[in-house]
């Protein structure tokens, strides 16, 4: 039952009231006529209902925000097609639900749209949401309604959820990547697909000479063969995944909490990428607590780290300071690696004498303003 229903419920009791203390032509004809128009608007309805269509589309899958303390705009699309070439539709309404698993926000919204005669369109539902995540938006129940708003029809329910990555904006810094990267000449079978370098035994690219190349690049044969002097560019050899150790321990409650969650995932997302920037394969490892399993993704191009954080916001920060440590060391094959990053928003007391590594554990606090210093 809509307000409307209850208003024209109102209004035709009314009438009859006049219509039984003043029986007059005037009153009966106004009393039959309030009948008349529930019966033409549910009719109406009956007829708008097999013409007008609706579905939900996610056309922007992950967005970035402005600045790591507003809130994001998410959205999703709402398209609704009138077929019927004379009738507008002049009202309707879709009930949405969302949820962002990783901070906990989550609410419900309605959405008001109309659709012109013989048009599509499209409606953007936009979800305000303060901290990064997976937001997933569900449209559970699109209902249009009469021109007077007294009944209402169901023309879809139940969509299927459509997920929005919300990512922090990127942090500049430097992070020497020397230290991470191994550009010696050690055997490697597995070579940049983006970068030229100095490998021989792998071809990158094959171009004209130019000044300064050496005359040992020169590629003869086929030089011979074109006339031109070309030359072989070699490959870039790709170093072992570097380990990255992501702490889920997030301390705080109410703002400050959500705050550093967010500065841990900014912090995460700029390193990432500036690895991804350098040609460095990261290995994240991170423990589930849902799930209670460890997890590990590797991270080699930017839509990998993308998918690393859909799997990454499925796990929830936890209130245990020490939960990593002791379910990697726990786990079957949680044997200590050569040498990690540790990214964490804790204080990591005692994270470097833990057994996570072998050689070297470099632990950084993304909760400090200059956090990639540290490695520097």
Same mark, same amino acid.
């Given at each position: 039952m809509t307000f409307g229903t209850i208003i024209y419920a109102l209004l035709c009791l009314f009438g009859a009231v006049i219509c039984i203390f003043y029986l007059e032509f005037g009153t009966v004809a106004i009393a039959g006529?309030?009948?008349?128009?529930p019966i033409f608007m549910f009719l109406f309805l009956i007829f708008m209902r097999s013409r007008v269509s609706a579905s939900v589309d996610s056309k922007n899958p992950?967005?970035?925000?402005?600045?790591?303390?507003?809130?994001?705009?998410?959205?999703?699309?709402?398209?609704?097609?009138?077929?019927?070439?004379?009738?507008?539709?002049? /009202?309707?309404?879709?009930?949405?639900?969302?949820?962002?698993?990783?901070?906990?926000?989550?609410? /419900?919204?309605?959405?008001?749209?109309?659709?012109?005669?013989?048009?599509?369109?499209?409606?953007?539902?936009?979800?305000?949401?303060?901290?990064?995540?997976?937001?997933?938006?569900?449209?559970?129940?699109?209902?249009?309604?009469?021109?007077?708003?007294?009944?209402?029809?169901?023309?879809?329910?139940?969509?299927? /959820?459509?997920?929005?990555?919300?990512?922090?904006?990127?942090?500049?810094?430097?992070?020497?990547?020397?230290?991470?990267?191994?550009?010696?000449?050690?055997?490697?079978?597995?070579?940049?697909?983006? /970068?030229?370098?100095?490998?021989?035994?792998?071809?990158?690219?094959?171009?004209?000479?130019?000044?300064?190349?050496?005359?040992?690049r020169i590629h003869w044969k086929l030089s011979s063969k074109t006339g031109t002097l070309m030359v072989k560019d070699g490959s870039l050899p790709l170093t072992k995944a570097l380990h990255i150790f992501i702490d889920l321990y997030v301390p705080g409650e109410g703002d400050e909490h959500h705050k550093n969650a967010n500065l841990?995932?900014?912090?995460?997302?700029?390193?990432?990428?500036?690895?991804?920037?350098?040609?460095?394969?990261?290995?994240?490892?991170?423990?589930?607590?849902?799930?209670?399993?460890?997890?590990?993704?590797?991270?080699?191009?930017?839509?990998?780290?993308?998918?690393?954080?859909?799997?990454l916001f499925r796990s929830r920060p936890t209130d245990n300071a020490g939960e990593l440590v002791e379910a990697y060391l726990a786990w079957d094959q949680g044997r200590p690696v050569e040498q990690a990053l540790y990214l964490t928003v804790g204080d990591g007391v005692g994270i470097e004498n833990s057994g996570l590594t072998r050689n070297r554990l470099e632990v950084m606090n993304l909760r400090g303003e200059n956090f990639g210093e540290a490695v520097g």
């Open positions: 006529l309030l009948v008349c128009i992950m967005t970035e925000k402005d600045d790591i303390d507003k809130p994001a705009r998410a959205a999703i699309t709402l398209s609704v097609e009138n077929k019927n070439h004379f009738l507008p539709l002049t /009202k309707g309404v879709a009930k949405v639900r969302y949820e962002n698993y990783f901070s906990g926000e989550k609410g /419900k919204m309605k959405v008001r749209f109309s659709v012109d005669v013989g048009r599509k369109r499209d409606r953007r539902i936009v979800v305000p949401m303060e901290n990064c995540g997976n937001l997933a938006i569900k449209v559970d129940k699109v209902r249009i309604y009469d021109y007077l708003s007294i009944f209402a029809w169901t023309i879809g329910k139940d969509y299927p /959820k459509q997920h929005v990555l919300i990512v922090p904006p990127t942090k500049e810094f430097y992070l020497g990547k020397d230290r991470w990267y191994n550009e010696t000449d050690e055997d490697s079978d597995r070579f940049s697909l983006y /970068k030229k370098g100095d490998d021989p035994s792998e071809v990158f690219d094959i171009r004209e000479y130019a000044d300064g190349d050496k005359i040992q841990l995932v900014q912090g995460i997302y700029s390193i990432s990428l500036y690895m991804i920037e350098h040609a460095i394969p990261q290995h994240f490892i991170w423990y589930n607590r849902e799930a209670d399993i460890v997890e590990e993704r590797l991270v080699e191009h930017e839509e990998e780290l993308l998918w690393m954080f859909q799997d």
